[in-house]
């Protein structure tokens, strides 16, 4: 059992708290209330930040002494909407949300995973009719290890877990959301997930 505060109370938060909660972790969900993130992140062991990419860095940045020593878990895509609402560009070309949370909180070990799918397979991996594929990037080899088991707790098995090595990869899968407006155009919201064939 692992303490975890839940930054961002929307689908893809309220998703992840419901199943690990399920999986017997002691979760705290924070809102937009004010204090309310940094009073989750002080008593946790692991923090996922689940609120908008757009906004993540200020947000986060802002809570650096309370995450100072955890591990962040950051399933975010930095992006511009289109006037569909969809993603259309990506906030940080040459870089990433997950190296920009790096840098602004050196202190804290920063994961990036679960960003390359639609919510509902993030905890129902199995419910896809082909293998989906979980990329992890870090800095640190433990902090990747514990999200890793994390991530067998959501379903994912450890073969379907990818290490792709250092918080710079994960410019290569937060560019993978530029995938998503046209798959969803094309085929709508049925869950998907990038995934490695082998």
Request: aromatic share 4%; glycine share 10%; net charge negative.
């Given at each position: 059992?692992?303490?975890?505060a ?15 909660t ?38 986060l ?13 950051d ?9 569909d ?11 990433s ?76 899968t ?25």
């Amino acid at each position: 059992m692992t303490t975890i505060a839940v930054l961002g109370n929307g689908r893809v938060g309220g998703n992840l708290a419901t199943a690990l909660t399920r999986a017997g972790h002691e979760v705290t969900v924070a809102d937009r209330t004010p204090g309310a993130a940094a009073d989750a992140a002080r008593t946790a062991r692991i923090v996922i930040n689940a609120t908008p990419g757009a906004g993540s860095l200020d947000r986060l940045a802002a809570l650096r002494e309370e995450l100072r020593g955890k591990i962040l878990v950051d399933v975010s895509n930095a992006t511009t909407d289109g006037p569909d609402g969809l993603p259309a560009d990506l906030i940080y070309p040459g870089s990433s949300l997950a190296e920009q949370l790096q840098d602004a909180l050196p202190e804290t070990r920063v994961v990036k995973t679960l960003n390359t799918m639609l919510f509902p397979v993030m905890t129902a991996p199995a419910t896809l009719t082909q293998t989906p594929t979980a990329f992890l990037s870090g800095d640190d080899p433990q902090a990747k290890q514990t999200v890793g088991e994390l991530l067998t707790d959501l379903g994912w098995h450890k073969e379907w877990i990818t290490d792709l090595g250092g918080i710079q990869t994960a410019r290569a899968t937060e560019a993978a959301i530029l995938f998503v407006p046209h798959v969803i155009r094309s085929s709508g919201f049925t869950p998907f997930a990038i995934s490695i064939a082998r």
